[in-house]
């Protein structure tokens, strides 16, 4: 049976976001020392691979197919892959390495605000020196596409290879289109983000490929994944509540049950709900107003549903490109 393939990064916070996340799943990495730590698996998913690559690397592995899922940056996805709609899928965004790809420009040009301003600078500076304004960044793709949205061509792209925001300070370009979590990088290189120069909101994603090999053990495993996280992720906002009825659930009962979003997964007598945690106090009343004498709440663990969107919702995109 061939593995199904899950790419991670292979350091930085990304790296430790990944795995964090995965083990609160249940699903903790474990590397394969034989191999360089360039390998591993997923404890408690039969059959998963674990490739360890660089961020950007996970996003050109799964647009060429060669593995089934990775999680990396919306930012890497969006620029790395130049066919990123056509092959690859987000199928959850993670909440982690949360950052914005932006166009700063130095602080110094005070005129320049938005990017209509910079359209002019671009203008007359090619009109001045006789050559293009240097955009310094690792962004292309997700540079050409933003500027040409916004009717920008006098321009060139310098490719960073280092600090992009130290491009403007060494000479090597007039501005820069960089990630930024909090703009003090930025400021402390007397740069400036422009009013509507936000690219985009990244965060850490589990992808899918939509060029792999996908299979019924490989859907099977997706599945299996996907129902992990969406278990840790619903026991992480709800509470399992405890309590025995004297007379049963009345009818006005469970009304206000439904109203407060609990849901009863017991029957009439003892009964255990499971309760949204902002719900939790009114429910307590309510059932002690209906006899319980005593109501206990903990939380889960993991709450396990019949049914995965996500992975229903994947499944249907191949099925209609025939894949």
């Known amino acids: 049976m061939k593995p199904f393939v899950v790419a991670l990064p292979s350091k930085g916070r990304i790296q430790e976001g990944a795995f964090a996340f995965l083990a609160e799943a249940g699903l903790p990495v474990r590397r394969d020392a034989e191999a360089r730590d360039y390998l591993g698996a997923l404890d408690g998913l039969a059959g998963a691979e674990v490739q360890l690559l660089s961020a950007a690397e996970v996003a050109r592995a799964l647009e060429a197919g060669r593995v089934h899922v990775g999680i990396t940056g919306e930012d890497l996805l969006r620029d790395e892959a130049a066919s990123f709609e056509e092959r690859i899928a987000i199928l959850k965004p993670l909440g982690f390495s949360r950052a914005d790809v932006v166009v700063a420009v130095p602080q110094s040009w005070i005129d320049v605000r938005s990017m209509a301003d910079l359209d002019d600078v671009c203008l007359a500076f090619r009109a001045r020196n006789h050559r293009h304004l240097r955009v310094a960044t690792k962004y292309v793709a997700l540079t050409r596409a933003f500027f040409s949205a916004h009717g920008i061509s006098d321009y060139r792209i310098v490719e960073s290879v ?11 370009a007039e501005i820069v289109v960089d990630i930024t979590s909090t703009g003090t990088t930025l400021a402390a290189n007397r740069l400036k983000v422009l009013e509507d120069g936000l690219i985009l909101r990244s965060e850490a994603n589990l992808a899918a490929s939509l060029a792999a090999p996908w299979t019924e053990e490989a859907f099977a495993a997706l599945r299996e994944l996907l129902d992990r996280m969406a278990a840790h992720a619903d026991a992480a906002r709800l509470y399992e509540v405890d309590a025995v009825l004297p007379e049963g659930i009345s009818g006005a009962l469970a009304a206000e049950i439904g109203a407060l979003g609990a849901e009863l997964a017991g029957e009439a007598g003892a009964v255990t709900l499971l ?28 709450v396990f549903r019949a049914d995965n969107p996500i992975f229903d919702a994947f499944r249907a995109r191949l099925d209609a490109h025939g894949r």
């Open 162 to 172: 280092g600090a992009t925001e130290g491009a403007p300070a060494a000479g090597t």
């Open 275 to 302: 309760c949204p945690a902002a719900s939790l106090p009114a429910l307590s009343r309510a059932l002690r107003a209906a006899g319980a004498g005593t109501v206990r709440a903990r939380r889960p663990d993991y």
